[in-house]
């Protein structure tokens, strides 16, 4: 509500859109794991980490937000 009312209205609409997609995404691909058998944890981590960077600078790249914390971030 915070960002609705200081950012501007683009912003809150491609944030709210990101938040869905993601809510959707994170649902499709949480099986992933047997599909894809990794069994090396430091290797999951290390994965994990490179997906998450690269999905967060595509978003702070489009000049939205993930929600939560990010809003922080962009301003």
């Known amino acids: 509500i915070l960002g609705f009312i200081y950012l501007e209205k683009s912003f809150c609409v491609f944030s ?3 938040m869905i997609l993601f809510s959707i995404l994170l649902g499709l691909t949480q099986n992933i794991g047997d ?3 990794v069994n090396d944890i430091l290797l999951q981590s290390v994965f994990g980490g490179i997906l998450a960077g690269i999905g967060s600078g595509l978003v702070f790249r489009t000049k939205s937000s993930q929600g939560g914390i990010h809003i922080i971030v962009v301003t």
């Open 16 to 18: 709210l859109i990101n």
């Open 35 to 37: 599909i894809i058998p």
